[in-house]
């Protein structure tokens, strides 16, 4: 069996990457991602893809993509940041490169990639919970991804964890990912700064007390230099993970959660008190098999290689 | 193809059922659940498929349990009432009937009935909420059961909706089952007369005063006649159901979303408040195909008819 | 005894009132608020109170003011909208007027005003809440105005009504006012509209589907005229408004809460579910002697008559 | 000024103390408390007296009580565990001892002698919150006991802190006392006990793993040994009791908050969590001037010598 294309269509660039069929990236491009245009957009993939396809022997393209796609995994529902609304973005691929594309939400496409060949290689059950700026995830139940019947599951950083709760850009209260976020580890450092907490000191001098400065990977550094208020922030967002996590296990019962994003580079500092908040949550816990929590393990590229292993039919 | 023998053990009844391939039962037999003993239960359930077996060509036997089934289906790993450990029933059935058995956690088994033949007839993706005491349910993803790693995916009623909330039987705060179900409908019409709140005389008189024997279905009837507290009691169970089932959509994505159990025998007025918070609790509402709500329709048989189709060999 | 004068300074206008000694307003003056100079604003007032001086027989003068007013009631600590912060706003008026001067927050002067001559005339401990875009109010206990040690207490619209709530303007999470306020009925009416939900079409027709023009009159007048969404919108915010109720009850044990503001204008639509909340709020509430919750009788009035009351050495 | 007596009357012993004008305690007496019989109370409390009477001379008694008590403080309308339902306890006693004698609740007489003699001896306005099985409390407004319409104010343990929170024997969901007292650090240890989480071991070892036999005491204990569980479970019950008393600030602005009860003696460990969560939870911090938050100084004797004073004519 020859190699396939994985691409990942982000907000800002677009990565391109040849993958064998164990999981390997062979090769590599990335462009920037040109503005909100579908047309454009469409041509960036094809160009890059033309290329790599030169030197490989490509038999197929799977494209991740923010956004709700069609069950047939070849239109673009909706997409909320690039505007897309029915763009039929695999029709205009392929006519560009000559090769069966298929197009997958691109947090399903990294669950796929997790799953396939990182965290979740050696389970059929498993869980992504990416943790950046927002909460993303996939799900994987019996070797199979979960689409759901309108290619929209897996949006679980939209899970309700507190009624009446922070309101979320979706439009409703409460949502998880307004507790166990990026977003969420900046704005409680803000609170605290703003608070004039004493202990908020040392990361309002990071900033110079301009708090629209800080971000999460500043209050990740500082914690892991052993300032306490920053331990404390990471660890309630840690809180909040375990404690959502555990309420899905319940509905989902995955054997593996694998928790990636760009908040899960805190390691042990998030890890330590999710997996203490997972146990403490969990429904009937002496009865019930738990779930490992891991760390995911391909880091940014799981939605290229996930992608790329989409295209194979599956 | 011949016919299959549905198995639905409960707390006080075991009901048998000959069912054919479009899941009609074509001949049933009821028998009462002989205590706790796993020996005699498995000997029960025997004793009535042998005699069914006399008039059918039944092919094989599906057994809907409570509890946490092991993956190959036929081990029940725990079950809470029971009081079975590791009890490996679809062996000792095998050897009393001289047919294949497969054993299935009994909401799995009612939903795959709905699914199968009642209300996501027509869907392949389809979310079973069962209200009853508690809630139980069963999720569909692209025409399979979601079984979950360790068989206990579906516990739905356990999805924590208030963080800090109700004590569970579960061990945890603040499960759905503890708004969303009879037993809620009962603590809070109770705690209603017990508060000597004037629109709950006419509830309270129903028991001259005793709190405890107020049931459900009594909460239920004095609505249909009108009574505006009943109403609004059922009312918001409803709202809570909406809420979750809000939620999980966004987990899983259905087509269809089943309600069925002795609560739902209130009808519109659960359903009507249900699907107007349903609506309101969605996430990104405006872009997102939305689930319909529909009452289940196979009533007390569900599980039944799904455990009789899940004998043939799915 | 002869009369005072009484003065509340708002955001947008100053009403000044010449109010005998039970509680009548014998004349008045209301002028425009001149920006938010603190000396503009003395001199208006004292132009105001001297022109009233010629025909009456005026005594003192007492001023209520939004904000921190410190405990000798001479200078506003902090004004959220007029940005005082320590403003000699008493010395700076009664150089102009030449009369003794009191300051007193302009919540604690309405609630004087109810206590003295309205819902509360016939008590000795009441709290008046004033629902209006947020919720203001004060506390008389066993006839005293309770002011606290900074002049702050009565703050009741930030009581934490939900953890990890709604974000305040405050900087806390949950407060009151986020939910029983005509804020909260805007918002909540404004999400029912966006939501699509069909029951919004009335409301939404009456601007035009531009959710910005909805206000809290609009909802009041929709739901006066029969509509269903409209009526359970305010019945929210009337649920809200009574558990917070019950739960400020136990704290201070009122014998009449006077509720006033522009929300209250709704009547019946938002007392009885306030009440029945409020009602099945209550802890133990068989043994405890019960607060009546009361419609405020001074209407915008409350103010002045509350400060030219207080303006009596009080 | 002679001197007066307080009585505290427990549910396990009645305290009487001879206390001079300046709160010092120069005799005291302590008796079981004879079972539940209003009459034999009275006389138990009034022999007390007359013995104490015959070397001091006394001028009133002061008698704080569990439960509601009327204006006029001289009945017991209601206590929990006594069962008095209007009980004329001053009159009973006066009886007996020939001496003016007054009534007021237990909790209340607390706050009196900490304001006096006390943590709040330097300040106007203090609030006393009691940490022990539940929460209890008493307020002080500008120097005067708030005692509510109805005698009843200041039962602060039954703010309601979560919606549809932890059920609490009042009746009512989500009170304070669930969260912030010795029997929510109980119910935590247990739970994690029963919970087989690894760092519950050596919690659970101290009582064989029956998790009956776990106190609050036993957790202090263990936290000050440097186990770090104990340590967060005290933690835990600090933050609510932070947060609980950032809520009240907002309403009645207290300059002291004084903190009493079994489970202060955890000190620091209690404390340190408490002030940082009051703080983080403050409404307008920037502007607000902040309570102080002490520990309370008087311990067990805080109610008869608080009762004593209240004697003389307060």
């Known amino acids: 069996m020859g190699v396939t294309v994985g691409v990942d ?19 590599q491009d990335r462009v920037k991602t040109p503005a909100t245009d ?4 469409g041509e960036a993939v094809a160009q890059s893809v033309n290329a790599l396809k030169k030197d490989h022997d490509v038999e197929a393209v799977g494209v991740g993509a923010a956004g709700f ?12 940041n690039i ?8 029709d205009r691929i392929e006519a560009l490169v000559d090769l069966p594309v298929v197009i997958e939400n691109d947090a399903n496409a990294a669950a796929w990639g997790e799953f ?26 019996g070797g199979r991804l979960d689409r759901g019947a309108y290619g929209v599951a897996g949006e679980i950083g939209h899970l309700r964890m507190v ?23 900046v704005r409680e450092t803000r609170d605290r700064i703003d608070a004039h907490i004493e202990q908020a000191q040392p990361l309002a001098a990071l900033v ?9 990977q500043m209050v990740t550094e500082q914690a892991q230099k052993g300032d306490p208020l920053a331990i404390e922030l990471i660890a309630d967002v840690g809180r909040w993970l375990g404690e959502g996590i555990a309420t899905l296990a319940a509905v989902i019962d995955p054997s593996v959660v694998a928790i990636g994003g760009g908040v899960a580079k805190a390691g042990d500092l998030l890890m330590a008190p999710a997996k203490a908040a997972f146990l403490r949550s969990l ?32």
């Open 83 to 90: 505007k897309w609304v029915d763009e039929p973005l695999a």
């Open 163 to 185: 009624p009446a709760g922070i309101r979320c850009g979706c439009g409703q209260y409460g949502c998880w990912e307004q507790y166990a976020s990026g977003r969420a580890l």
């Open 38 to 41: 579908a047309t454009q957009i």
């Open 9 to 27: 269509i982000g907000g800002t660039k677009i990565a391109v990457a040849v993958v064998d069929e164990v999981g390997t990236i062979i090769a």
């Open 283 to 314: 429904s009937a816990p002496v009865y019930r098999p738990q779930a490992m929590l891991r760390e995911a393990s391909l880091g940014n590229d799981a939605g290229v290689i996930g992608a790329a292993d989409l295209a194979r039919t599956r």
């Open 116 to 141: 396939r060949f990182g965290a979740g290689a050696d389970v059929d059950d498993m869980l992504l919970v990416t943790v950046g700026t927002g909460i993303g995830g996939g799900i994987i139940q």
């Open 208 to 216: 110079d007390g301009d708090v629209s400065q800080i971000t999460g």
């Open 69 to 80: 796609v069609d069950a047939g995994r070849r239109t673009v529902l909706f997409a909320p």
